[in-house]
């Protein structure tokens, strides 16, 4: 099996191509830096190619590797034939290869183990010939088998264990096998009933079947929950004539044989007490893992997308976390992420202290300058925003207000990195805080929570967590060397997801800081402990030092082209100060007057490499999530009882899923804008209309007061 040759096949790209990334990724390059400094080797394939490739090369090795090793097990039992290595080289899943190995697996005792144990194999092979007649009699034949020591009391234990030989052959025989794993998918059924006499959000599927070729991943993992939480009985379901028909023709002779009927009886057994159990399971098996893929696509790029949400730069921002008893935490961070003041307030029930909570949320709005609030959307939150939007228009200064999602922010309060952040605030106060920072920059703030504690998916505790999590820390280290950071203030844990730094290394950085004052430039990095050239030559790119003494390194441009940067300049009669300064408008334009072959040829680099670096220049320390739609912040409230239907409102997508996209509208539960409404067209899946942060306009179809649910449109008005 050639490796290269099937991505290439199955990716549709250039075996050179493949040849050439598989190749770089074997050097332990990582996936940003591949993705970002070797584009003239790969042919510019972006990060979620390049991770995909990866994906499937490792699962390719693995598969090759466990060939490797079913070849010497079957090799070492003497029983290899040009037939089996064949078919173990033509098989395309672990599955398939798993079923040749089978027959030579080492049994633990079933029936027909003991049958053999019992001498009856010759007995199945004479019932498994089928002869026209036999002399003596099949059963005259089987009574010479009959041995008490043995345990073979009657002709009638003689056939059966003769049929338990067949039918153990039958589901042992890895063509039978796939044939009859296909048909089943085919043909079969995917079925629930209730489990329980009592009611449950599974209760759609208390009486439920659908063609399992056609089953929705939402449903599967939906089905496994309930199954999983015993509200569900599920099984699979097929019409044995339909899987059985085509076995039958290939072992049944339809010559008259006495055998026939025992060969039959061997073979319907085989089937229900062998194969149909294990069938099921696999097929279960490979549903959820295909659901499971689905579904961490759409939460990857759910994920992805809210990272990537624009920052709310240089603005003061008053963290607010509603809560009753314990009252509503508060935090006003300043323009850097400062925490600069905290206060604890009980404006909601049981204490209802309007009028001191008013006093205290002014004074800090006055003290510090404060330009938005941030609500956390947990307990409380609505009393907390009717508060907050009457006390604004009390206000003598512009202030807006934004509800932001607490999710995952009770798991980072918690956190030893919360703690070491913050020893002297409690939970609740660091929860304050990281409402208030989440808001002004999502990314640096998320990326401490464990991905799936954000709850940007659908079933995300139902899948295999292992391959979430390596999925998810994808997105983020994609997500953070994306945007690069700065390395005297970014924090230990934003720092662990640049390229080539884990989180040693990471933890040392900071430690070094702290020790010897800020990085004046990125080479000083190599002064790190645990940062050798090669993680230097993965990490440093993705890093920045906005004041240093080389301007190139408050850039994307990596260290290694530093030398074809300066020649650019040079070329058109600039310096590093006029970097520093942006004069460079005219540099796109004189690139474009010389020709980028020539340029590239007279600098030594790829023409993506020129563009690159064309692009830093002229943007030096610029963000690329400074193009995005910045949050949408408001000064009124409106309630769930305001919403009426046709009334247009605009909002922004929170979660992206399957069946639809959920909306914040500014009421306290998100509406949801089902796949069929999302827009005026057929839409395969809601990802290809709307990605979390999108600000979007949205027609109100309906509203359910007592169940709390919103239901929008965004197709235009007929």
């Not at 009753?324 to 209802?352: F, M, N, Q, S, W």
């Not at 009390?394 to 913050?422: C, P, T």
């Not at 490499?609 to 320390?621: A, F, H, R, W, Y």
Request: hydrophobic share 40%; glycine share 6%.
């Amino acid at each position: 099996m050639n490796i290269n040759e099937i991505l290439a096949k199955e990716l549709n790209l250039n075996p050179d191509q493949v040849e050439k990334t598989v190749a770089l990724i074997d050097e332990g390059n990582t996936i940003p830096f591949i993705a970002r400094y070797r584009k003239e080797v790969t042919g510019s394939l972006d990060d979620t190619v390049l991770r995909e490739l990866n994906d499937r090369l490792t699962f390719l090795r693995n598969l090759e590797k466990r060939k490797q090793e079913v070849f010497d097990l079957i090799s070492a039992q003497e029983k290899m034939t040009p037939e089996i290595q064949a078919a173990i080289e033509a098989a395309k899943t672990v599955t398939e290869v798993e079923d040749i190995y089978r027959p030579f697996r080492p049994h633990r005792k079933t029936r027909a183990s003991v049958a053999r144990e019992k001498g009856l194999e010759p007995l199945a092979e004479l019932l498994m010939a089928q002869e026209k007649s036999y002399e003596p009699s099949i059963e005259e034949q089987a009574a010479t088998y009959i041995d008490e020591e043995k345990g073979v009391a009657s002709v009638e234990e003689a056939l059966q264990g003769a049929r338990d030989i067949i039918a153990e052959d039958i589901s042992d025989n890895a063509e039978y096998r796939k044939e009859l794993r296909a048909l089943t998918f085919d043909y079969g059924t995917l079925s629930a009933r209730a489990a329980k006499d009592e009611d449950s959000v599974y209760a759609q599927y208390y009486d439920y079947s659908e063609a399992l070729k056609k089953v929705a991943p939402h449903r599967v993992l939906a089905l496994n929950r309930g199954e999983k939480e015993e509200f569900l009985k599920v099984d699979i379901s097929v019409d044995e004539e339909v899987v059985l028909r085509g076995l039958r023709q290939k072992l049944l002779k339809g010559n008259g044989s006495p055998a026939t009927e025992h060969v039959a009886v061997a073979l319907t057994d085989g089937y229900e007490r062998l194969i149909a159990p294990s069938i099921e399971r696999e097929i279960r098996n490979d549903i959820f893992d295909n659901a499971c893929e689905g579904a961490i696509k759409v939460f990857a790029d759910n994920l992805s997308h809210l990272l990537m949400q624009s920052p709310l730069k240089g603005k003061t921002v008053l963290g607010f976390d509603p809560g009753y008893a314990h009252g509503c935490k508060l935090a006003v961070v300043d323009r850097t992420g400062k925490v600069v003041d905290t206060a604890v307030i009980y404006p909601v029930k049981p204490r209802e202290d309007i009028v001191r909570s008013k006093a205290t949320v002014k004074r800090l709005v006055e003290r510090h300058n404060v330009d938005v609030i941030a609500i956390g959307n947990g307990t409380a939150s609505k009393e907390s925003e009717i508060f907050i939007a009457g006390l604004l228009k009390e206000l003598d200064r512009d202030v807006k207000y934004i509800v932001v999602s607490e999710a995952g922010a009770s798991i980072y309060s918690a956190s030893k990195l919360a703690a070491e952040e913050f020893p002297e605030f409690d939970v609740m106060q660091r929860s304050a805080v990281s409402i208030a920072r989440r808001l002004q920059d999502p990314l640096a703030e998320l990326i401490k929570i464990d991905p799936k504690g954000i709850g940007v998916g659908q079933y995300q505790h139902d899948m295999k967590q292992a391959r979430l999590d390596e999925a998810l820390g994808g997105v983020v280290e994609d997500c953070v060397n994306a945007v690069g950071v700065d390395i005297n203030t970014a924090s230990y844990s934003l720092l662990s997801y640049i390229s080539g730094i884990n989180l040693a290394s990471a933890k040392n950085i900071v430690k070094y800081r702290e020790e010897n004052g800020e990085f004046s430039e990125r080479s000083q990095l190599l002064n790190v402990p645990r940062i050798g050239a090669k993680a230097y030559e993965q990490a440093a790119g993705f890093l920045r030092v906005p004041d240093g003494k080389e301007i190139f390194d408050n850039t994307g441009v990596h260290p290694e082209s530093y030398d074809a940067a300066e020649q650019l300049l040079s070329r058109f009669g600039y310096t590093k100060e006029d970097v520093r300064a942006g004069n460079l408008r005219e540099l796109g334009e004189k690139v474009k007057s010389v020709g980028s072959k020539a340029l590239c040829a007279e600098l030594g680099i790829g023409e993506p490499t020129l563009n690159d670096i064309v692009s830093e220049l002229l943007k030096p320390g610029r963000d690329i999530r400074d193009t995005l739609p910045p949050p949408v912040l408001r000064d009124d409230i409106l309630s769930l009882e305001d919403l009426k239907p046709d009334m247009e409102l605009t909002g922004t997508v929170r979660n992206v899923i399957d069946f639809g996209a959920f909306v914040d509208i500014g009421v306290h539960q998100d509406g949801l804008v089902h796949i069929s409404q999302l827009a005026d067209k057929f839409v395969k899946h809601p990802s290809e209309v709307v990605k979390v942060g999108d600000v979007v306009k949205v027609r109100v179809l309906s509203v359910d007061i007592p169940k709390k649910r919103i239901s929008l449109t965004m197709r235009k008005k007929s």
